[in-house]
Protein backbone atom coordinates (compact mmCIF):
# COMPACT_ATOMS: atom_id res chain seq x y z
CA UNK A 1 0.00 0.00 0.00
CA UNK A 2 1.37 3.13 -1.11
CA UNK A 3 1.19 5.91 1.58
CA UNK A 4 0.66 9.48 0.26
CA UNK A 5 3.37 11.92 0.35
CA UNK A 6 3.33 15.73 0.65
CA UNK A 7 3.43 17.40 -3.01
CA UNK A 8 3.24 20.99 -1.63
CA UNK A 9 2.63 23.25 1.35
CA UNK A 10 0.73 26.42 1.09
CA UNK A 11 0.96 29.11 3.65
CA UNK A 12 -1.75 31.84 1.66
CA UNK A 13 -1.51 35.69 2.50
CA UNK A 14 -3.67 37.78 4.81
CA UNK A 15 -5.88 39.75 2.71
CA UNK A 16 -9.25 42.25 2.98
CA UNK A 17 -12.76 40.77 0.92
CA UNK A 18 -16.10 41.96 0.38
CA UNK A 19 -16.59 45.23 2.42
CA UNK A 20 -13.37 44.60 4.35
CA UNK A 21 -13.62 41.47 5.97
CA UNK A 22 -9.75 40.12 7.39
CA UNK A 23 -9.08 36.55 6.09
CA UNK A 24 -6.28 34.48 4.81
CA UNK A 25 -6.43 33.56 1.52
CA UNK A 26 -5.09 29.93 1.27
CA UNK A 27 -5.57 28.94 -2.32
CA UNK A 28 -6.44 31.29 -5.31
CA UNK A 29 -6.09 31.44 -8.63
CA UNK A 30 -2.21 30.81 -8.75
CA UNK A 31 -2.87 27.32 -7.20
CA UNK A 32 -6.29 26.40 -9.30
CA UNK A 33 -4.16 23.59 -11.48
CA UNK A 34 -2.56 22.22 -8.82
CA UNK A 35 -5.67 22.07 -6.92
CA UNK A 36 -7.93 21.49 -9.05
CA UNK A 37 -11.75 21.14 -9.20
CA UNK A 38 -10.89 23.39 -5.82
CA UNK A 39 -10.82 26.93 -6.85
CA UNK A 40 -10.03 29.32 -3.52
CA UNK A 41 -9.80 28.56 -0.15
CA UNK A 42 -10.30 31.48 2.83
CA UNK A 43 -10.03 30.82 6.25
CA UNK A 44 -10.70 33.25 8.93
CA UNK A 45 -10.30 33.10 12.69
CA UNK A 46 -10.75 35.62 14.81
CA UNK A 47 -12.22 37.38 18.56
CA UNK A 48 -12.16 40.75 17.21
CA UNK A 49 -15.92 41.60 15.45
CA UNK A 50 -14.65 44.51 13.59
CA UNK A 51 -12.20 42.26 11.70
CA UNK A 52 -15.44 40.92 9.79
CA UNK A 53 -18.80 42.60 10.23
CA UNK A 54 -18.51 44.49 7.28
CA UNK A 55 -18.98 41.48 5.87
CA UNK A 56 -19.85 40.84 2.06
CA UNK A 57 -22.45 42.95 0.52
CA UNK A 58 -24.99 42.04 -2.32
CA UNK A 59 -22.31 40.68 -5.24
CA UNK A 60 -22.87 37.66 -8.11
CA UNK A 61 -21.55 34.75 -8.57
CA UNK A 62 -21.52 32.57 -11.61
CA UNK A 63 -19.85 29.14 -12.48
CA UNK A 64 -18.69 27.80 -8.78
CA UNK A 65 -20.32 26.49 -5.89
CA UNK A 66 -19.76 28.02 -2.29
CA UNK A 67 -18.96 25.56 0.60
CA UNK A 68 -18.94 27.65 3.99
CA UNK A 69 -18.31 25.49 7.21
CA UNK A 70 -18.16 27.69 10.61
CA UNK A 71 -17.20 25.83 13.57
CA UNK A 72 -18.08 28.57 15.79
CA UNK A 73 -19.57 31.99 14.62
CA UNK A 74 -22.70 33.08 13.14
CA UNK A 75 -23.34 34.64 9.48
CA UNK A 76 -26.50 35.85 8.09
CA UNK A 77 -26.60 35.54 4.62
CA UNK A 78 -29.94 36.22 2.18
CA UNK A 79 -29.94 36.13 -2.16
CA UNK A 80 -31.87 37.52 -4.94
CA UNK A 81 -34.14 34.01 -4.89
CA UNK A 82 -35.86 34.34 -1.62
CA UNK A 83 -33.16 32.33 0.53
CA UNK A 84 -32.48 33.46 3.77
CA UNK A 85 -31.02 32.32 7.15
CA UNK A 86 -28.14 32.09 9.54
CA UNK A 87 -24.95 29.65 9.56
CA UNK A 88 -24.17 29.48 13.18
CA UNK A 89 -21.65 26.97 15.27
CA UNK A 90 -21.10 23.82 13.58
CA UNK A 91 -23.20 24.52 10.32
CA UNK A 92 -22.32 24.64 6.73
CA UNK A 93 -24.03 26.27 3.78
CA UNK A 94 -23.48 24.76 0.27
CA UNK A 95 -24.09 27.46 -2.52
CA UNK A 96 -24.44 26.05 -5.99
CA UNK A 97 -24.30 29.49 -8.30
CA UNK A 98 -24.77 28.05 -11.41
CA UNK A 99 -26.55 30.40 -14.13
CA UNK A 100 -26.11 33.00 -11.67
CA UNK A 101 -26.93 34.49 -8.13
CA UNK A 102 -26.48 37.72 -5.82
CA UNK A 103 -26.61 37.16 -2.36
CA UNK A 104 -24.74 38.72 0.71
CA UNK A 105 -23.21 37.14 3.54
CA UNK A 106 -22.93 39.26 6.71
CA UNK A 107 -20.99 37.75 9.52
CA UNK A 108 -22.38 38.79 12.84
CA UNK A 109 -20.50 39.71 16.07
CA UNK A 110 -19.24 36.38 17.88
CA UNK A 111 -17.31 35.21 20.97
CA UNK A 112 -14.69 33.52 18.15
CA UNK A 113 -15.42 33.31 14.20
CA UNK A 114 -13.70 30.44 13.11
CA UNK A 115 -13.99 28.52 9.78
CA UNK A 116 -13.60 28.33 5.86
CA UNK A 117 -15.39 29.23 2.56
CA UNK A 118 -14.20 26.80 0.16
CA UNK A 119 -15.22 27.52 -3.94
CA UNK A 120 -15.61 24.53 -6.05
CA UNK A 121 -15.33 24.88 -9.38
CA UNK A 122 -18.53 23.37 -11.65
CA UNK A 123 -17.73 21.46 -14.86
CA UNK A 124 -18.31 22.97 -17.95
CA UNK A 125 -21.22 21.53 -18.66
CA UNK A 126 -22.96 22.28 -15.32
CA UNK A 127 -21.54 26.02 -15.27
CA UNK A 128 -25.39 27.11 -15.96
CA UNK A 129 -27.38 24.91 -14.23
CA UNK A 130 -29.76 26.38 -11.83
CA UNK A 131 -29.13 28.08 -8.53
CA UNK A 132 -29.70 26.20 -5.25
CA UNK A 133 -29.03 26.04 -1.68
CA UNK A 134 -28.16 23.54 0.92
CA UNK A 135 -28.58 24.52 4.56
CA UNK A 136 -26.57 21.66 7.17
CA UNK A 137 -27.40 22.13 10.10
CA UNK A 138 -24.70 20.72 13.11
CA UNK A 139 -27.48 17.59 13.77
CA UNK A 140 -26.98 16.48 10.21
CA UNK A 141 -23.44 16.18 9.77
CA UNK A 142 -22.50 12.39 11.39
CA UNK A 143 -19.97 12.18 13.64
CA UNK A 144 -17.83 9.09 14.30
CA UNK A 145 -15.55 8.44 17.05
CA UNK A 146 -12.50 6.14 17.29
CA UNK A 147 -9.31 5.72 18.70
CA UNK A 148 -8.38 9.64 19.67
CA UNK A 149 -9.81 10.90 17.29
CA UNK A 150 -13.16 12.65 16.37
CA UNK A 151 -14.46 12.95 12.09
CA UNK A 152 -17.27 14.61 10.91
CA UNK A 153 -18.37 13.78 7.60
CA UNK A 154 -20.00 17.01 5.86
CA UNK A 155 -20.03 15.09 1.95
CA UNK A 156 -18.83 12.40 0.52
CA UNK A 157 -18.12 8.92 2.96
CA UNK A 158 -16.03 7.68 5.55
CA UNK A 159 -15.61 4.12 6.24
CA UNK A 160 -19.24 3.19 3.95
CA UNK A 161 -20.80 6.06 6.08
CA UNK A 162 -22.43 8.85 4.38
CA UNK A 163 -21.95 12.52 4.78
CA UNK A 164 -24.71 15.11 4.97
CA UNK A 165 -24.59 15.57 1.64
CA UNK A 166 -22.90 13.58 -1.63
CA UNK A 167 -22.34 16.52 -3.98
CA UNK A 168 -24.61 17.46 -7.03
CA UNK A 169 -21.99 18.10 -9.72
CA UNK A 170 -18.42 17.38 -8.08
CA UNK A 171 -18.55 14.50 -5.53
CA UNK A 172 -16.65 16.52 -2.67
CA UNK A 173 -15.39 14.47 0.27
CA UNK A 174 -15.27 17.09 2.97
CA UNK A 175 -14.09 15.94 6.79
CA UNK A 176 -13.42 17.77 9.56
CA UNK A 177 -10.77 15.82 11.38
CA UNK A 178 -9.92 16.58 15.33
CA UNK A 179 -6.89 14.29 17.03
CA UNK A 180 -5.79 14.19 20.57
CA UNK A 181 -2.10 14.65 21.23
CA UNK A 182 -0.36 11.54 19.78
CA UNK A 183 -3.23 10.16 17.98
CA UNK A 184 -2.73 8.49 15.10
CA UNK A 185 -5.64 8.26 11.57
CA UNK A 186 -5.28 6.60 8.47
CA UNK A 187 -7.84 7.02 5.84
CA UNK A 188 -7.95 4.58 2.50
CA UNK A 189 -7.96 6.88 -0.44
CA UNK A 190 -9.22 6.88 -3.55
CA UNK A 191 -7.30 7.13 -6.70
CA UNK A 192 -7.85 10.00 -9.16
CA UNK A 193 -8.46 12.07 -6.53
CA UNK A 194 -7.01 15.26 -5.94
CA UNK A 195 -7.07 15.36 -2.27
CA UNK A 196 -5.86 18.27 0.39
CA UNK A 197 -5.97 19.49 3.66
CA UNK A 198 -6.07 22.43 5.54
CA UNK A 199 -4.72 22.62 9.27
CA UNK A 200 -7.20 24.63 11.66
CA UNK A 201 -5.47 24.43 14.95
CA UNK A 202 -2.32 22.54 16.04
CA UNK A 203 0.40 20.33 14.32
CA UNK A 204 0.92 17.12 12.90
CA UNK A 205 2.97 14.30 10.46
CA UNK A 206 1.72 13.53 7.13
CA UNK A 207 4.77 11.24 6.20
CA UNK A 208 4.98 8.13 8.43
CA UNK A 209 9.37 9.06 8.33
CA UNK A 210 8.59 12.85 8.75
CA UNK A 211 9.83 14.28 11.92
CA UNK A 212 9.14 17.88 10.56
CA UNK A 213 5.54 18.69 12.20
CA UNK A 214 3.67 21.21 9.57
CA UNK A 215 1.77 23.77 11.76
CA UNK A 216 -2.24 25.45 11.82
CA UNK A 217 -3.42 27.72 8.94
CA UNK A 218 -1.51 26.11 6.30
CA UNK A 219 -2.74 23.71 3.47
CA UNK A 220 -1.28 20.94 2.48
CA UNK A 221 -1.30 19.10 -0.79
CA UNK A 222 -1.03 15.26 -1.01
CA UNK A 223 0.24 13.47 -4.18
CA UNK A 224 -1.52 10.59 -5.37
CA UNK A 225 -0.91 7.39 -2.48
CA UNK A 226 -3.59 4.59 -1.49
CA UNK A 227 -3.49 5.99 2.18
CA UNK A 228 -3.66 9.34 4.26
CA UNK A 229 -1.16 8.50 7.24
CA UNK A 230 -1.46 11.29 9.85
CA UNK A 231 -0.17 11.62 13.06
CA UNK A 232 -1.12 14.27 15.79
CA UNK A 233 1.89 15.95 17.97
CA UNK A 234 1.91 16.63 21.46
CA UNK A 235 -0.20 19.64 20.69
CA UNK A 236 -3.04 17.87 19.12
CA UNK A 237 -4.21 18.57 15.34
CA UNK A 238 -7.56 20.03 13.64
CA UNK A 239 -7.88 19.59 10.05
CA UNK A 240 -10.46 20.08 7.70
CA UNK A 241 -9.86 17.19 4.57
CA UNK A 242 -10.92 18.21 0.59
CA UNK A 243 -10.60 15.44 -2.05
CA UNK A 244 -12.20 15.71 -5.59
CA UNK A 245 -11.56 14.06 -9.24
CA UNK A 246 -9.64 17.08 -11.26
CA UNK A 247 -11.69 18.54 -13.91
CA UNK A 248 -9.25 19.26 -16.02
CA UNK A 249 -11.03 21.86 -17.98
CA UNK A 250 -10.05 25.77 -19.15
CA UNK A 251 -10.91 28.03 -16.79
CA UNK A 252 -11.46 31.76 -17.33
CA UNK A 253 -11.93 33.61 -13.81
CA UNK A 254 -13.35 37.42 -13.54
CA UNK A 255 -13.82 37.93 -9.95
CA UNK A 256 -17.07 36.13 -8.57
CA UNK A 257 -17.29 34.87 -11.89
CA UNK A 258 -15.38 31.38 -12.96
CA UNK A 259 -15.91 30.45 -16.51
CA UNK A 260 -14.46 28.51 -19.02
CA UNK A 261 -13.41 31.24 -21.38
CA UNK A 262 -12.63 35.13 -21.77
CA UNK A 263 -16.10 35.10 -24.04
CA UNK A 264 -18.45 33.65 -21.22
CA UNK A 265 -16.76 36.10 -18.63
CA UNK A 266 -17.65 39.32 -20.96
CA UNK A 267 -21.06 37.86 -21.86
CA UNK A 268 -21.71 37.23 -17.88
CA UNK A 269 -20.45 40.82 -17.15
CA UNK A 270 -22.89 42.70 -19.63
CA UNK A 271 -25.66 40.91 -18.24
CA UNK A 272 -24.59 41.62 -14.87
CA UNK A 273 -24.71 45.90 -16.54
CA UNK A 274 -27.90 44.74 -18.46
CA UNK A 275 -29.72 43.67 -14.93
CA UNK A 276 -30.01 40.30 -16.97
CA UNK A 277 -27.64 38.18 -15.28
CA UNK A 278 -30.03 36.59 -12.94
CA UNK A 279 -32.05 33.44 -15.10
Excluded at 124 to 141: F, L, V
Excluded at 150 to 164: E, R, T, V
Aim: proline share 5%; net charge negative; with cysteine.
Amino acid sequence: MKTMTIRKVVTGSAQYDGAGVKLVRVISAPDVKEFDPFLMLDAFDSYDSSDYTKGFPWHPHRGIETVTYLISGNIEHMDNIGNKGNILDGCCQWMTAGSGILHQEMPLPSERMLGIQLWLNLPQKNKMATPKYRDIKANMIPKIEEDGCSIKIISGDYKGNLGAVQGEYVKMQFLDVDMKPGAQWKLQTIKDKNLFIYIVDGEGLFEESDDNPISSKRAVLFNDGDELSVRATGKGLRFFLFAGVELNEPIAWGGPIVMNTQEELKVAFKEIDDGTFVK
